[in-house]
């Protein structure tokens, strides 16, 4: 079973939506029945190599690489070691779905923020103690619940700064009577102890989406995921999705680690070589 956090259907099924295709209109164009399409995107019926071929020129996909994660030949090669002296990866779930929170941390300082929640602010709180941390800030890439759940018990817990996206807020407020400490704007420098970080406006998943980027290490959230991306609220937010991510993610150096809110860690390099959105 493949690691992934998305199968060849969900690839497709998100670049149909966010081209603003209908399973008809593909279906045909690729001499598929509606069923079959349908099948596909489920991920119950493997398409042949020459479907995966029509299919990606249909959706502006590269054919190659959605081959090779259709077949299970690829997956992101394991986190460097050095990645757990800075971040410790929180792994929660909702409703039997797992989403990962991290913890970005100065050891030395004893000083750390968290991104997103993982929707356990008990596996976050009992990591920042058992390494004798002072939670600084609670930093959101985006407000759907499985990332910002729990976002109360962890605030009241800590007393730690809420930060997001502006455009964000009238999602995250349909969720939490909360009042966000401050906004995150693009380029805006955030330090925790000797760290910096800077947060980068990637739209396109939800209005506000923000990528958190620090020292070799990339914050993704739901923008992108190990071979895939997230899903796109509209056909303008999918482009936008693609070129934010492109400019921003992708230009940064092949051996940036990526840490994206579902699936596995990847980096920037094994998304340029197999990402088949770009
Ligand atoms: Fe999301």
Redesign the pocket.
């Known amino acids: 079973m493949s690691l992934l956090e998305d199968h060849h259907g969900d690839i497709l099924q998100k670049a149909r939506e966010g081209k603003g295709l209908s399973l008809a209109e593909v279906a045909q164009s690729a001499g598929l029945t509606q069923t079959q399409l349908s099948q596909i995107e489920e991920g119950t019926r493997i398409p042949s190599p020459d479907q995966i071929q029509s299919l990606a020129r249909l959706l502006g996909l590269k054919a190659k690489k959605l081959l090779a994660i259709t077949h299970g030949s690829w997956a992101p090669q394991q986190p460097p070691r050095w990645l757990k002296e800075k971040v410790m990866i929180i792994q929660g779930e909702i409703g039997g779905y797992p989403v990962n929170g991290y913890i970005l941390y100065d050891a030395r300082a004893q000083e750390a923020a968290c991104i997103d929640t993982a929707f356990d602010p008990e596996k976050m709180l009992k990591s920042t103690e058992a390494h004798h941390l002072h939670l600084k800030y609670i930093l959101l890439t ?1 407000a ?1 619940q499985d ?1 910002m759940g729990g976002v109360e018990i962890l605030k009241e817990k800590t007393g730690a700064g809420l930060y997001l996206h502006q455009a964000e807020l009238p999602l995250f407020s349909r969720q939490s009577r909360l009042t966000p400490d401050g906004f995150v704007a693009d380029g805006q420098e955030i330090s925790i102890g000797r760290l910096r970080l800077k947060a980068l406006s990637t739209p396109g ?2 209005p506000g989406g923000v990528t958190y980027v620090s020292e070799g290490l990339c914050f993704v959230g ?1 923008a992108l995921f190990a071979g895939s991306t ?1 899903r796109s609220m509209s056909s303008q937010g999918y482009r936008g999705l693609l070129t934010s991510l492109r400019q921003k993610v992708l230009s940064l150096p092949d051996e940036t680690v990526i840490l994206p ?1 579902h699936g596995p860690t990847t980096t920037v390099g094994e998304e340029n070589l197999h990402n088949p959105f770009f």
């Open positions: 985006h759907h990332h998943h939800t739901d997230g809110g």
